[in-house]
């Protein structure tokens, strides 16, 4: 892969990223929290490994930050889509595994897996015994591309995507450090999107996000709960009382046009 493929593919990687968490609301047919993200100070396995320089900024911010990523990680996070409503997920992620389970209104919990060893992503309504899973593929589009294991967005793919047009800067955050990152893109067709991030210096992931369109508050969320600690690998595998249908062929732009379970 040369090096503008690979730097087009982290771009899709990103801003699809988000399109996955938004995914889930259109497949069933469809207020974020201003408390502080609690950490578990017993905890230390996720620290920043070396110091903060609060007078840097942009790229020269984000290239000197080295931070040591948790094994495993638990979080809380409340939604809010504007004009619509709010929603509470918990995503879990141990090593490359990952797990999103996102409580909806009217509907009742919606559950993602990842499964690193298997490489397959599932998806099923809690209660329900039909769901979907596809499998990783070699394409721009393919779920692998997602870091669905990752589970959340990283700092290192903020620098390596948006070098020319991020805004980078230590602010606090509810009391604590935080690195704030802001992109803008164009795409041509919907207008200009923005998101801004607020990256804990502690654990290296976002604990608020924002995205605008055009000037336009469309989606927030902020983390209320976050912990690093074991969790149980079965927190990874796909119930057996589910039947899946595999949809691995199908290219996510056609993801919508999924039945929901």
């Known amino acids: 892969m040369n090096e503008r493929k690979g730097r087009q593919m982290k771009k899709n990687r990103l801003i699809l990223i988000f399109l996955v968490v938004l995914s889930v609301l259109i497949l069933t047919g469809c207020g974020g929290s201003n408390d502080a993200a609690k950490t578990d100070q017993n905890q230390s396995n996720g620290e920043k490994t070396t110091s903060l320089d609060e007078n840097l900024s942009g790229a020269a911010l984000l290239s000197s930050l080295n931070f040591s990523y948790p094994d495993a990680l638990k979080m809380t996070t409340t939604t809010s889509i504007a004009g619509s409503f709010d929603t509470t997920s918990t995503t879990y992620t141990k090593n490359d595994n990952f797990r999103m389970e996102m409580e909806m209104p009217d509907i009742g919990k919606q559950i993602t897996i990842y499964n690193a060893a298997e490489g397959m992503t599932y998806q099923y309504t809690e209660g329900q015994t039909t769901g979907f899973s596809f499998k990783d593929q070699e394409s721009a589009t393919a779920p692998g591309d997602l870091n669905l294991d990752e589970g959340v967005t990283s700092i290192d793919d903020i620098a390596d995507v948006f070098p020319e047009n991020v805004i980078a800067r230590v602010e606090t955050l509810d009391g604590e450090k935080v690195i704030y990152i802001e992109t803008s893109e164009n795409d041509g067709q919907n207008g200009t999107i923005d998101t801004r991030m607020w990256f804990s210096t502690r654990y ?31 927190q990874f595998t796909p119930p057996a009382n589910v039947v899946f249908t595999d949809y691995s062929s199908m290219n996510l732009d056609d993801l919508t046009d999924i039945p929901s379970p």
């Open 204 to 234: 290296g992931v976002p604990l608020k996000t924002e995205m605008l369109s055009n000037g336009n508050l469309t989606m927030s969320s902020v983390v209320t709960d976050i912990s690093d600690g074991d969790i149980a690998d079965s």
